[in-house]
């Protein structure tokens, strides 16, 4: 499976950059929130961005009330044995096993920053809106 143009699956990294005010995201969050784009979100990285002990009630609201702006994946059967698989193979952390999985599972484009996180999973197509292209 290879990620599509106009999928995309969010490591939750990206979303804590563009709550920060990160611009270079906003043209890939301007897509998506314009549904010109498909912006997916693994339930790990809700669980990731509501952990944070110093997190208000309002900004645990806006967080929610933004990711429901997106496509949850689903963890199905079928997702959670992709992960097994992915951790068993490559030794991964359990939360990038099972975003990497959701990603394959969508056929969405994994956005990190972290893809060393990623590069030996195969069929999973990543992109690194950080990483500086060369002319």
Do not use: K
Not at 5 to 27: K, M, S, W
Not at 118 to 131: C, Y
Request: proline share 4%; hydrophobic share 45%.
């Amino acid at each position: 499976m290879n990620g599509t143009d106009n999928a995309y699956l969010l490591d939750t990294n990206i979303f804590i950059y563009y709550f920060n005010g990160e611009v270079l995201l906003i043209p890939l969050f301007e897509e998506i929130l314009a549904d010109t784009a498909t912006g997916y979100y693994c339930p790990i990285s809700w669980v990731e961005l509501l952990c944070y002990p110093a997190l208000t009630a309002d900004e645990a609201t806006q967080i929610r009330d933004f990711l429901r702006q997106l496509q949850r994946v689903e963890l199905t059967e079928l997702i959670l044995d992709t992960a097994a698989q992915i951790r068993r193979d490559h030794r991964v952390a359990l939360a990038d096993a099972v975003i990497a999985a959701c990603a394959l599972a969508t056929a969405s484009t994994l956005v990190t920053r972290n893809t060393a996180d990623f590069t030996q999973i195969n069929g999973l197509t990543l992109s690194n809106p950080f990483r500086i292209s060369s002319p």
